[in-house]
């Protein structure tokens, strides 16, 4: 079973306007960390924002904001008012406790979404 | 200067080569990796490196055999590789692998192979 689903392949989105890309995961493990990534079409990975499990509040770093549902195993990217920039690969990754408890930095990354930003 | 370089960023080889890719952070980051990304399939991580010594190895070919000399460098030596191996290959750098939960990875900007 896939442990990070991303169901939308891809989005549009008016400039100006906000978008939710939306994220699965599956993990048994009590702590764990969610964390989404954007790639542009250089190829790199650029961090966006972090949500830990056992955080209260949801995420938010400027324009973007981590709508967090624990019960449903949710973690979905929100991101407002698109700018033409946004345009990329979108990614969703979570890092689990490994075995002893440590991680070991593993992240399982979903298959990602493609965001297009129109005028 | 750039947190985490990779050289070169496109590379064409047969599968007879052997060749060579370079990773360097500059962040003072403890812990790096390689991971692969193939056309339509999520990113795979292939090793972790955490103060030098290799922690995670996930199923990966001896065909690709990472060294990591210090914990700022990391390459990835390839040889007899296959069409199939072809791929970006990302390279990314966190301070700590372990604890943490804030503990974000930095990439960098990948070497892109062809393998013909």
């Known amino acids: 079973a896939q442990k990070i689903t991303q169901t939308q392949p891809g989005m549009f989105v008016q400039e100006k306007e906000a978008v939710t890309l939306d994220c699965t995961y599956d993990?048994?493990?009590?702590?764990?960390?969610l964390f989404w990534y954007k790639q542009p079409s250089s190829g790199e990975m650029i961090f966006l924002i972090y949500?830990?499990?056992?955080?209260?509040q949801n995420a938010t770093e400027g324009r973007y904001s981590l709508n967090f549902q624990k019960a449903r195993k949710s973690a979905n990217l929100v991101i407002s008012a698109s700018q033409l920039g946004d345009s990329a690969m979108y990614f969703c990754?979570?890092?689990?406790?490994?075995?002893?408890?440590?991680?070991?930095?593993?992240?399982?990354f979903g298959q990602g979404t493609i965001l297009t930003v129109h005028p | 200067e750039t947190g985490v370089t990779q050289t070169p960023r496109h590379l064409v080889m047969g599968m007879t080569n052997k060749k060579s890719l370079k990773c360097e952070q500059h962040?003072?980051?403890?812990?790096m990796y390689w991971y692969k990304q193939s056309a339509k399939k999520p990113l795979e991580l292939m090793f972790v490196?955490?103060?030098?010594?290799?922690?995670e190895n996930n199923s990966v070919p001896s065909r690709f055999s990472p060294e990591c000399p210090n914990s700022s460098h990391l390459f990835l030596h390839l040889h007899t590789l296959q069409p199939e191996d072809s791929a970006l290959y990302l390279c990314?750098?966190?301070?700590?692998?372990?604890?943490?939960?804030?503990?974000?990875?930095?990439f960098g900007p990948g070497t892109r192979l062809t393998v013909l």
């Open positions: 990314a750098s966190s301070q700590d692998p372990t604890g943490a939960w804030g503990n974000e990875q930095f």
């Open positions: 993990t048994s493990d009590p702590s764990y960390g």
């Open positions: 949500q830990g499990s056992y955080d209260q």
């Open positions: 990754a979570m890092r689990e406790t490994g075995a002893g408890g440590t991680s070991y930095g593993k992240l399982t």
């Open positions: 962040l003072g980051h403890n812990a």
């Open positions: 490196y955490n103060f030098k010594e290799q922690t």
